[in-house]
Nanobody, 125 residues
């Protein structure tokens, strides 16, 4: 089993920044990619960003491109999501996930094997 713990969420104003962290522990298998997803009340979980663990290649949803940056620290088994210029529509519970399946872009939540418990991000206008 792999445990993922997100942190860094909170309540901010529009235009502010937050950095989310996702620390992996346990049987850290050969992860292929780590992704961030979010789910707002009454909406489906949606892809935010992903990163290939070995190469560092990244992908982003159009809604966050240019504002969010995903990164990872291999030595710490930790991924980050730097969120700048936050908007009220970014309000959601943010989840990190890790998967070992080969994927291009890794947009599909079904390719991920383990999920964190989520961290709330609330952006006020």
């Amino acid at each position: 089993q792999v445990q993922l713990v997100e942190s860094g969420g909170g309540l901010v104003q529009a235009g502010d920044s937050l950095r989310l962290s996702c620390a992996a522990s346990g049987r850290t298998f050969r992860a292929f990619a780590m992704g961030w997803f979010r789910q707002a009340p009454g909406k489906e979980r949606e892809f935010v960003a992903s990163i290939r663990w070995s190469s560092g290649s990244t992908w982003y949803a159009d809604s966050v491109k240019g504002r969010f940056t995903i990164s990872r620290d291999n030595a710490k088994n930790t991924a980050y999501l730097q969120m700048n210029s936050l908007k009220p529509e970014d309000t959601a519970v943010y989840y990190c996930a890790v998967g070992s399946s080969l994927c291009s872009g890794c947009y599909d939540p079904r390719v991920y094997d383990f999920w964190g418990q989520g961290t709330q991000v609330t952006v006020s206008s």
